[in-house]
């Protein structure tokens, strides 16, 4: 008899196993599938930095968190409604989350006594009344995907990692997502090993037939596609998106690209991805080290293209030296910092927003540096445009900030039409510029743009541009060495006004404010902006009035900003630190900012974040 089928708006799900559960490969597939049936959807995989933690321990455990819906949304969802948990550590770490009442399907096939108590638990907690205030559905996952598999060549080991492929066709089933585009990924990845794949899809479709007849599912679940505007879409994540940015700004400048870096969570992705393109005169270098990453990425633009230098954290600290080389010679140079929680090794697979004033300040000496930072996955494609564009135009370093949340999470994202993106002109010079007492003409390497001040960009061995550069003070014009204590003083001050100068061709900041009412405006930056979306909806929803805006150009600020903020009585500054944003707003306009913080290595909860503009709202 087929089962009733109830539609339901929005389901947020995590699946969550030991690391070599492959649940990352599950969340991605069970996303990709949800993408093509045009579900809106946001994800956050959470795994750990161990390379490989012991098996069954809590520190091993990693986890994927999909929210997906019938209706535009902001954030992977603040509690699961359906927790997948494939053993006991896996149950412990991420019971807290779960809603109040929400579904909990575990693999009671690893809850043996020996699993339960290496992570806590006294008994076992499917059967000692525990989890009571849940929907429990008690699977054996891991028997079930070996008996599906036993006509197969495989060993009893080979079988069992086939369970997170029976949890997928599974969870498939139950959620209504089609099947092929998994099949066909599934081909793809083991087409030469052909009893892998027929082992793969096999355990896939059994856990779709349990699924389909089990008493334990009484119903199936369908989410309608949400309207989008009409398009081609993608499901893509951050990382995958920069590095088309990337590629496309080399194409719009018509530069050949060249990334100098060293690996890095969560940064590597990156080097992985651009590495492919070697067709779009793209040149990837793995250096020894972060400093020979960069100064690689600065040598590359003395040389006349656009380099690039991907990193986090840790690696902007050893580069500092040689982003401050960077602004003293005036090259493009984009340094991409995919910001991980710190401080030192930190928490290298969590995210953070706690390197803004280290992209600000972390330099010695007056080092202005441009800061760029995209507000979600996609938009991390138009972000490294961005940052590109003021790269060679201004001829300066610019940060682009993102995080580990938006280089791992993933959304649909609208292709864009490439033939609307502006082009990005690297005007190098040709010809001498600085005309001499005879009438004839030499090049002068510091003469500036009178409105970019940026100076010209010439390729060494162009005919009569022979020119040096190198770290200590450049003569104003001319370029050579100078230590004249004016000069100096000014060089200092041009540099700055550089940066000054791009706030004239940087967008407005934008508020969005429904009503035009509102006495409260919340203002952030980088990956906040989806849950502060959300929480502005929730309080909106309510009844009551609240602004929002986000800033994308940190430095320097778009030129109405200070405007903007003395408009609201209060101005609440949501941060995954402890106030950096809030910090350089109070300094510069004088606004007495509400500051609200958590640095846990996790993106703000919608319903928390909520209650704080409300307790804000009730204060006036």
């Known amino acids: 008899m087929a089962k009733q089928v109830v539609q339901l708006s929005k389901v947020v799900i995590r699946f969550a196993g030991d690391s070599g559960d492959g649940m990352q490969l599950t969340g991605d597939r069970f996303t990709t599938e949800t993408a093509g049936l045009g579900n809106d959807l946001k994800t956050l995989p959470d795994f750990p930095a161990e390379i490989r ?196 700004a080399g194409q719009l400048s018509e530069l050949p690209i060249f990334l100098g870096t060293y690996p890095i969570t969560p940064a590597s992705d990156i080097l992985h991805e651009l590495s492919k393109y070697k067709n779009f005169d793209i040149t990837t270098f793995q250096a020894e080290d972060e400093i020979a990453g960069v100064t690689s990425a600065i040598g590359a633009s003395y040389g006349g293209a656009l380099g690039i230098t991907t990193t986090s954290g840790p690696g902007v600290a050893l580069k500092s030296e040689a982003i401050g080389l960077g602004v003293m010679l005036e090259l493009p140079l984009v340094i991409v910092d995919v910001q991980r929680g710190g401080p030192s090794t930190g928490l290298p697979t969590k995210t953070e927003q706690a390197d803004l004033l280290q992209a600000m300040f972390g330099r010695n000496g007056e080092a202005p540096v441009p ?142 404010d429904p009503s035009g009412k509102a006495r409260v405006l919340v203002i952030g930056w980088g990956s906040t902006f989806g849950p502060i979306g959300g929480a502005c909806k929730l309080v909106r929803d309510a009844g009551h009035d609240v602004a929002q805006a986000h800033i994308r150009h940190l430095n320097p600020f778009p030129s109405n900003l200070g405007e903007v903020l003395a408009k609201y009585d209060r101005v609440i500054v949501p941060e995954m630190n402890l106030g950096q944003l809030n910090m350089l707003l109070r300094a510069k306009y004088l606004v007495d900012t509400v500051n609200y913080n958590q640095v846990r290595g996790l993106p703000f909860k919608t319903d928390e974040l909520a209650g704080v503009i409300t307790d804000v709202l009730k204060s006036l």
């Open 371 to 512: 800061i760029v930072a995209p507000q979600s996955p996609s938009d991390c494609f138009f972000a490294a445009i961005e940052a590109a564009r003021i790269a060679i135009e201004y001829r300066t370093p610019v940060f682009l900030l993102s995080d580990g949340y938006l280089a791992n999470g993933s959304e649909p994202w609208l292709v864009p039409d490439t033939s609307a993106l502006a082009k990005i002109d690297p005007n190098f010079t040709t010809e001498p510029n600085h005309e001499l007492p005879d009438g004839s003409k030499d090049f002068w390497p510091y003469l500036r743009d009178p409105e970019t001040l940026a100076r010209p960009w010439a390729v060494p061995g162009t005919k009569g541009l022979e020119h040096r550069i190198g770290g200590i003070e450049k003569a104003d014009g001319a370029g050579g060495i100078s230590y004249d204590p004016d000069n100096h003083d000014k060089m200092v001050r041009i540099r700055q006004a550089k940066v000054d100068a791009i706030a004239r061709t940087i967008d407005p900041i934008e508020v969005d």
């Open 53 to 248: 933690a012991p098996a069954g321990t809590i520190p091993g455990v990693s986890a994927f968190q999909l929210h997906f819906a019938d209706h535009a949304i902001s954030t992977p969802g603040d509690a699961p409604d359906v927790l997948v948990a494939m053993n006991p550590a896996a149950l412990k770490a991420n019971l807290k989350l779960l809603r109040p009442g929400g579904t909990l399907i575990v693999n009671t096939d690893e809850f043996g006594k020996r699993a339960y108590e290496k992570v806590g638990y006294t008994a076992n907690p499917i059967e000692d009344g525990s989890l009571e205030g849940y929907n429990v559905i008690p699977i054996a996952l891991t028997s079930m995907t070996v008996e599906a598999l036993k006509d197969f060549a495989l060993t009893k080991k080979e079988a069992e990692r086939a369970k997170n492929m029976f949890a997928l066709g599974m969870l498939c089933w139950l959620y209504d997502r089609p099947s092929q585009g998994t099949i066909d990924f599934l081909t793809s990845k083991f087409g030469k090993k052909p009893e892998i794949l027929k082992a793969n899809i096999a355990a896939y479709e059994a856990g779709w037939s349990f699924g389909e007849t089990t008493e334990a599912f009484s119903v199936q679940y369908e989410v309608k596609p949400a309207p989008m505007p009409t398009g081609e879409y993608r499901n893509i994540h951050g990382n995958l998106a920069l590095s088309l940015g990337l590629i496309a």
